[in-house]
T-cell receptor, first 114, second 113 residues
Framework: GAGVSQSPSNKVTEKGKDVELRCDPISGHTALYWYRQSLGQGLEFLIYFQGNSAPDKSGLPSDRFSAERTGGSVSTLTIQRTQQEDSAVYLC????????????FGSGTQLSVL | AQSVAQPEDQVNVAEGNPLTVKCTYSVSGNPYLFWYVQYPNRGLQFLLKYITGDNLVKGSYGFEAEFNKSQTSFHLKKPSALVSDSALYFCAVRDGGSYIPTFGRGTSLIVHP
């Protein structure tokens, strides 16, 4: 079966430009997470969606970051006015429910801001 | 608040020897604990989890982990390492009242032939 799909796999952009990263979770998974992985920094939580509930945005580092999830499925993470410190791998994960379920991760989007 | 620490950035072990990757955690309630592995240029893959019950948890690829409540640890172990086990390993913790796992910084495991 299909896993979590992320696109693009690589994105190179210029400082100040906006970027959109897409995540297509596993069908039927109600929970969706975005994490950021920087070299030597581990995984940093960004945002969490659960069904139709309001998302938990507590991990977003600034108001330049936003995300939406349409129809309880596909999610888009948008970074406005990108900065060099935004360069990282952005990982999306989904899981079945609220319980202590394992997360299924996509392969990530490598974002490079020049 | 919840947090997790992986005190070693890198672990080196010879093939065939036992391996241990350390993880300690801090939560206010009961912990849910996880190990994930990340191979080069791949997303994270689930290895095993502890929710409740037996303190020794067995997972994929021959890995196991031992939950130690008094030491707040959840170390990952394997009796005999393979070169193919070389990867980045992440420990994660969730407080029972939270829906968001907190991940450690990761430990790079290098298994030498």
């Amino acid at each position: 079966g299909a896993g979590v799909s992320q696109s693009p796999s690589n994105k190179v952009t210029e400082k100040g430009k906006d970027v959109e990263l897409r995540c297509d979770p596993i069908s039927g998974h109600t929970a969706l997470y975005w994490y950021r992985q920087s070299l030597g920094q581990g995984l940093e939580f960004l945002i969490y969606f659960q069904g139709n509930s309001a998302p938990d945005k507590s991990g977003l580092p600034s108001d330049r970051f936003s995300a939406e999830r349409t129809g309880g499925s596909v999610s888009t993470l948008t970074i406005q006015r990108t900065q060099q410190e935004d360069s990282a791998v952005y990982l999306c994960a989904s899981s079945l429910a609220r319980g202590p379920e394992k997360l299924f991760f996509g392969s990530g989007t490598q974002l490079s801001v020049l | 608040a919840q947090s997790v620490a992986q005190p070693e950035d890198q672990v080196n072990v010879a093939e065939g020897n036992p391996l241990t990757v350390k993880c300690t955690y801090s939560v206010s309630g009961n912990p849910y604990l996880f190990w994930y592995v990340q191979y080069p240029n791949r997303g994270l893959q689930f290895l095993l989890k502890y929710i409740t019950g037996d303190n020794l948890v067995k997972g994929s690829y021959g890995f196991e982990a031992e939950f130690n409540k008094s030491q707040t640890s959840f170390h990952l172990k394997k009796p005999s390492a393979l070169v193919s086990d070389s990867a980045l390993y992440f420990c994660a913790v969730r407080d029972g009242g939270s829906y968001i796992p907190t991940f450690g910084r990761g430990t790079s495991l290098i298994v030498h032939p």
